[in-house]
């Protein structure tokens, strides 16, 4: 099974790039790379996922390693409001036939922005 | 338009009685996905049901169980609480089938599941 490890904690001053790392070492070539963020006392919320290539949305941008075997969330300019725990998830499928897949979720990244 | 709604907030019951959460989803959501949050073990996946089945069970006891009604509203029950099953309870929608199984959408659907603030459910 794939899994993933992430630092626990992290600081980063606003205005500046916040790069939250995630380790998927043995992550295999059909699974997808997901990340959550979770702020205290609310629901996960849905930020960003990839396969291969590097993503950019609204929110952040996701690069991948050619290998695979990590990935770098980058909220481009950190806000007070970007304070939560970061997840990454890697979604490995358990079934091809009816799609069902397994999550295996990260311990998370408690991100500190620092005014 | 309103989001996911989970009743009640706070819980507290005693060990041995049993508990209803529920969940009501995004106006137009099929799928509702129950998630087990306890601090150091992150989420952990409880069941998920489209169209009033039950798509995916993670690894629970039966003492774990839920439902889905035809409006796609969502309970789930804990029967003989334990002091452990103290947790945060999330529920999550989405419009889609489900079909990436514990919560999370397949590739080219609308992305990531809505989560509700959740249910803090203590034991004592």
């Known amino acids: 099974d794939a899994k993933t490890t992430q630092p626990p904690s992290m600081d980063c001053a606003e205005g500046r790039a916040a790069n939250l790392p995630c380790n998927h070492s043995?992550?295999?070539?059909?699974?997808?790379v997901y990340w959550y963020r979770q702020i205290h006392s609310q629901g996960p919320q849905y930020i960003i996922h990839?396969?291969?290539?590097?993503e950019t949305n609204e929110m952040a941008s996701l690069i991948i390693t050619e290998d695979r075997k990590s990935s770098t969330l980058i909220l481009p300019h950190a806000t007070l409001r970007d304070t939560a725990v970061y997840y990454c998830?890697?979604?490995?499928?358990?079934?091809?036939?009816?799609?069902?897949?397994?999550?295996?979720w990260g311990a998370g990244t408690k991100l500190i922005i620092k005014p | 338009k309103a989001g996911v709604t989970q009743t009640p907030r706070y819980l507290i019951k005693t060990r041995g009685q049993q508990v209803t959460l529920s969940c009501s989803p995004i106006?137009?959501?099929?799928?509702v996905s129950w998630y087990q949050q306890t601090p150091g073990q992150g989420l952990q996946f409880l069941f998920e049901?489209?169209?009033?089945?039950?798509?995916n069970k993670g690894n629970f006891p039966g003492r774990f169980s839920g439902r889905q009604f035809s409006n796609s509203r969502s309970e789930m029950n804990v029967s003989t609480l334990e002091l452990g099953d103290s947790a945060l309870y999330l529920c999550a929608s989405s419009f889609g089938r489900g079909a990436s199984g514990q919560g999370l959408p397949s590739h080219g659907s609308n992305y990531g599941y809505t989560f509700g603030s959740g249910t803090r459910l203590t034991v004592v």
């Open positions: 998830i890697v979604r490995v499928p358990i079934h091809f036939m009816d799609s069902n897949y397994q999550l295996i």
């Open positions: 043995t992550i295999s070539g059909n699974e997808y």
């Open positions: 990839g396969l291969k290539n590097n």
């Open positions: 049901y489209f169209s009033e089945t039950q798509r």
């Open positions: 106006s137009g959501h099929r799928s």
